[in-house]
């Protein structure tokens, strides 16, 4: 598939999987959207398999091939990686009694954050990302210029700085906490130990001109701060396997790297070598765009690209502002600038994502083309409501339905770049590990809250809902409801309609407004 410029819109240029070429079809389109998402092709295999005997697949497979690895034939299976896709492979396996080599490299990110759905006290931990008071104990970019923003992150409050780093100490110490021991649950085998993520997180701070500066940060102790590698959420099935990795009966941990395999072995890079019947490789997935414009198309688009197309005059212009918006970051947030130096951060070989909100490209929006929108291309926690929102953001953004403020910033280009800039400056000091790949957390009700702006829709939702004067104690519920309440895709209940409801005031005729299918 590709996707071409026809006149003011698009041509989509499609062939049936397994046709001949003659088998091609042109779609034609005046509004086109994107939603291919960036993670759906794995990452190619880095070793020469031509010489190994037994069976190999990426995690993709898994589902589909899983009765390859149960097969009698195979006793002992091996599995590559140290995420999410890695341990479902390795509970598959060793839960039908297989013997089953987890390897994990010693360099790079490590193993994930393995949490446990509920906190001890059954509360569910997920539920931290949809809480508005997150965002100022995590950093957040959409609320930086607040002043308890700074007073958390500035380094210009001693008591700021003390309670972030207690709370997340606090905060690690309940994610490894094992809900019947009380004990860290990595500590309770030599394989847990191994699974134990190692970023660190500890704030040195001195006296200067009567102020507790923050001043750099040191590997004293891991912390869930910095969220690297990132983390996965433990259930039923992924407790039992973990109950299998500290037996140690089934399943060994080994901090190595694979070099070859050849015949029914593989050769590690320590001399070592495990004799295995199956690999499966849960190395992720390539973060990139799918190939449906030609680079120089992209490029426009401000999809990510080999920075040797963009010209000398782009290089350098998105450089300064580049530059410009990291050292803003710098400034608003001192422990961003000081990570931790165990952190393995991935070299891109592309540009950054250049999209306005994540969703329009700056070039076509400056001109009045309101023919484009990309969707799904990052992910966070709170992926329902973020949808939707951003769906109809992109709707309106298509029918030419904005409120004029918000048109007046989509004809400004430069605005547009700065702050696609500062964005991306932040996500790639704040998800070190993440980076390019576009991720957001703690902070996502306030870029949701941004998107509900630019739509002139309330993001007070939960305020919406709550009687005022005695009845809601005089505002002190609807405030700790907003802050510690937890938004869910229910709070988000009728925003299209609200939206209509706005556009017809705006248009001041009454009458009803036609979306993109004819209807309303």
């Not at 009458?511 to 993109?516: E, K, M, R």
């Amino acid at each position: 598939m590709r996707v071409e410029r026809n006149g003011p819109g698009w041509k989509v240029i499609t062939r049936r999987a397994g046709s001949s070429t003659s088998a091609i079809e042109e779609i034609t389109c005046t509004k086109l959207i994107v939603a291919t998402g960036i993670t759906s092709k794995p990452k190619p295999v880095p070793w020469d398999l031509s010489r190994f005997e037994g069976t190999s697949f990426h995690a993709i497979e898994v589902g589909q091939r899983q009765h390859e690895l149960l097969n009698d034939k195979v006793q002992h299976v091996t599995v590559v990686g140290g995420h999410k896709s890695a341990l479902e492979a390795v509970g598959a396996c060793a839960q039908a009694g297989k013997k089953v080599e987890w390897l994990i490299r010693q360099e790079g990110g490590g193993p994930t954050w393995m949490m446990p759905a509920r906190n001890p006290d059954g509360s569910s931990l997920a539920k931290l990302s949809t809480k508005r008071f997150m965002g100022f104990l995590s950093s957040s970019i959409y609320n930086s210029e607040r002043w308890l923003n700074r007073f958390f992150h500035s380094g210009r409050w001693w008591f700021g700085t003390w309670f972030l780093n207690w709370f997340w100490g606090f905060m690690t110490a309940q994610v490894k906490k094992d809900a019947i021991t009380k004990k860290n649950r990595y500590h309770a085998s030599e394989n847990g130990r191994k699974l134990e993520p190692s970023p660190s997180r500890h704030v040195r701070i001195y006296k200067e001109l009567r102020r507790l500066v923050i001043v750099s940060t040191a590997n004293v102790f891991p912390s869930l701060f910095w969220f690297v590698p990132g983390g996965t959420m433990l259930h039923g099935r992924d407790l039992e396997t973990f109950k299998l990795v500290d037996e140690g009966n089934l399943v060994n941990v080994t901090r190595d790297k694979m070099v070859s395999a050849i015949g029914k072995s593989i050769n590690l890079s320590n001399g070592d070598k495990i004799l295995t019947d199956a690999i499966v490789y849960c190395t992720g997935w390539e973060l990139a765009f799918p190939p449906l414009f030609s680079p120089e198309l992209a490029n426009e688009l401000g999809i990510p690209v080999d920075p040797s197309l963009l010209s000398p005059k782009d290089r350098e212009y998105w450089k300064a502002l580049d530059a410009r918006a990291e050292a803003q970051i710098d400034n608003d947030n001192p422990m961003l600038k000081n990570p931790p130096s165990n952190i393995h951060i991935p070299k891109s070989t592309k540009t950054p994502f250049r999209l306005f909100r994540a969703i329009v490209p700056s070039s076509l929006a400056a001109q009045g083309d309101r023919s484009l929108v990309i969707l799904g291309n990052y992910a966070g926690g709170r992926i329902q409501q973020t949808s939707e929102i951003n769906s109809l953001w992109a709707i309106a953004y298509l029918e030419d339905l904005m409120p004029p403020a918000t048109k007046s910033i989509l004809s400004d280009r430069e605005a547009m770049n700065r702050d696609i800039a500062h964005v991306e400056a932040f996500r790639k000091k704040r998800y070190l590990n993440a980076y390019p790949y576009r991720l957001a957390i703690f902070e996502a009700p306030e870029y949701e809250d941004m998107v509900m702006r630019d739509l002139e829709l309330r993001a007070d939702r939960k305020t919406m809902r709550i009687p005022s004067g005695w009845r809601g104690w005089f505002g002190w519920k609807a405030w700790c409801e907003e802050w510690f309440g937890s938004y869910l895709a229910s709070d988000y209940e009728g925003i299209v309609e609200e939206f209509l409801e706005s556009v017809e005031k705006r248009k001041g005729s009454g009458g009803q407004v036609s979306l993109l299918n004819g209807h309303t």
